[in-house]
């Protein structure tokens, strides 16, 4: 019975990344190359998540929840467990959109880097759809129990968004700039 919902589960995964992968690459074809801005942008956001995920995990520590629950009234209590929800999938779906524009953006900068070792590729791959699944899943467990119950779920997330922005920083180090457009096209052409 579970090797037949594991089957199932996998079976969906392939046909969801496969038609991802078609959507991705008709995109492609309109925008292949990157850009000097491009790039400057996701130095900006791979910034940007990690200085999050280290206000994320304070906002979301434990100290917080403890103090609230033995000094506050219900009504203190219920406001805060509303604005930490919101604060959380706020950041979750932001995030998210963050991590696939640096994965497009990984796809498109193939042609600008030389790497020889192809597992760098298959490991990053492996952590953004691996951030996916868990956001995914992370993002279910905060909207049904709020984000003090799901807790340890949510650390793992914001540990793989930074796996990924990790693996990906090293993407941009090996990328040379120099052989970007400048992302301001000739109005003669």
């Known amino acids: 019975m579970t090797v037949l919902v594991l089957m199932t589960v996998l079976g969906t995964l392939i046909v969801v990344f496969a038609i991802r992968l078609l959507l991705q690459s008709g995109n492609r074809r309109r925008k292949p190359s990157v850009t000097a801005d491009e790039y400057a942008n996701a130095r900006q956001a791979l910034d940007s ?22 000094s506050a009234t219900p009504l203190v209590k219920c406001s805060f467990l509303k604005e930490r929800k919101t604060l959380a999938l706020h950041w979750f779906r932001k995030t998210r959109k963050r991590v696939a524009q640096l994965m497009d953006l990984h796809l498109r900068l193939a042609s600008y880097t030389y790497d020889p070792n192809p597992g760098f590729e298959l490991r990053l791959t492996a952590k953004y759809f691996t951030f996916v699944v868990v956001s995914n899943i992370v993002l279910l467990l905060l909207w049904l129990l709020g984000p003090f119950k799901a807790t340890r779920t949510l650390s793992y997330a914001i540990r793989t968004a930074g796996s990924f922005c990790s693996t990906f920083s090293f993407r941009l180090e090996r990328v040379n700039p120099t052989r970007l457009s400048s992302g301001r096209e000739s109005l003669v052409h």
Do not use: C, G, L, Q
């Open 49 to 70: 998540v990690f200085i999050e995920t280290t206000i994320i995990k304070r906002i979301f520590s434990v100290e917080d929840i403890e103090f609230i629950e033995r």
